[in-house]
Structure formats: structure tokens, C-alpha cells
């Protein structure tokens, strides 16, 4: 009898976005795109938790399409933010920071769709993560309909003041377009994964580092 052999996991997408819908019939169509589209690529959706707005929205989508989708919240925000009680995991967590650690250590590569101050606090938070060495895993921002030209006009300010290496600058892949963002996000995960160091951060769990 032939060894049973290790199913690989499969790509894990960790998804930024607003809890409300927005007033734009756009936004709430990206999050249905973006939740489609891992599904068909056969990926692993992990986000808030949340049922409502573009969280449930994405959530739906991925599920429907037969993806697995793991949810991270807080137990202070499961009837704020109505924990979604059809995940395949739905993971109740003390803290914010836990919430966002658990996500990043379940995540492959990580996408901000449209959403207010908490969605745009996450992707700072996993930048900066990036730029200071906690993980080597890309991110991405779904710039729809121009909803983030204002946001990325005071990133560009900040480079030219001083405050923004180039290169840190261009950790951020930005797109229009939900599919080649998420090309764009797949193809830089794996070479990042070819050319990680054995020893950092692949030993922390996740591949993100303690202490962050």
C-alpha cells in the first residue's frame, strides 16, 4: 500500500476591506470579483470574519465558488460587525492585534479592497510589517474606480518629502483590476518563497516574526 501523500495547502489570500458597502454599486462588485476569482483560482480566503458589507460580500462569493474561508474576530465585534456563521472556520480572537497576527500568519499574500479607516489601518499595519523584516509576503491594493487616487497622492507626498524610500514604496502593488492584482500578488509570492533565507521568517509561525 502506497504512503498516503500530503495534500498541499492551497494559496491563502488575506483580504482587507470595509464592513459597510460603500455608496458605489463598484465597490461591492469588486468584493464579489475578488471572491470569485480566488475561488476559481482555488484559494483560501482569510479576512474578519464579518457577514455584512464588503467583508460578507467577499465571503459569500469565495464560498460559493467552493472555497474555504477562515474568519478572524474579535468576540467584542461579533455583533458589531455580525460574525458570519457559514465559514468554514470562524475564529474568535481576544484582541484586534490578535486578530490581525492570526491573519497574517494564515495568510500568503494580503489585498486591500475599498473600506474605511480599519481597512486602511490593516494595510499600513502589513506594510510596515514588510518594510521592517516581520514577513516576507506580498500586498496589494484593488484601486477602484480611483477610491484610493487621494490616499495614493499623500503616499507619493511622502516620498518626496523624505519620508518614503522608493523601495518601500514599491512594496505596494496597486491595480485597477482584480485579476491581474491577483496575478501580480501570486507571481511575487512565489518568488519571494524562492528567495526567502531558510531561517527567516520561514521558523516563525506563519512566516510572520513574534514580536510584531
Known sequence: MMPAQDTPAPFSLGVYCGSREGYS????ASAQACGESLARRGWQLVYGGGSTGMMGRVADAALEGGSS??????????????????????????????????????????????????????????????????????????????????LLRFIERCQSSGFLWPDVRELLLIDD??????????????????????????????GVVEGT
Open 69 to 150: 474561508v477562515i474568519g478572524v474576530i474579535p468576540h467584542r465585534l461579533i455583533q458589531r460587525e455580525l460574525g458570519h456563521p457559514g465559514l468554514t472556520t470562524l475564529e474568535v480572537v481576544g484582541s484586534m492585534h490578535e486578530r490581525k497576527h492570526r491573519m497574517a500568519q494564515q495568510s500568503d499574500a494580503f489585498v486591500a479592497l475599498p473600506g474605511g479607516i480599519g481597512t486602511m489601518e490593516e494595510l499600513f499595519e502589513i506594510w510596515t510589517w514588510r518594510q521592517l523584516g516581520y514577513h516576507r509576503k506580498p500586498l496589494g491594493l484593488l484601486n477602484v474606480g480611483g477610491f484610493y487616487d487621494d
Open 25 to 28: 454599486p463598484e465597490y461591492l
Open 177 to 206: 483590476n482584480v485579476e491581474r492584482l491577483l496575478d501580480r500578488l501570486s507571481e511575487q509570492a512565489a518568488v519571494l518563497k524562492a528567495q526567502t533565507p531558510p531561517d527567516e521568517p520561514e521558523q516563525a509561525t506563519g
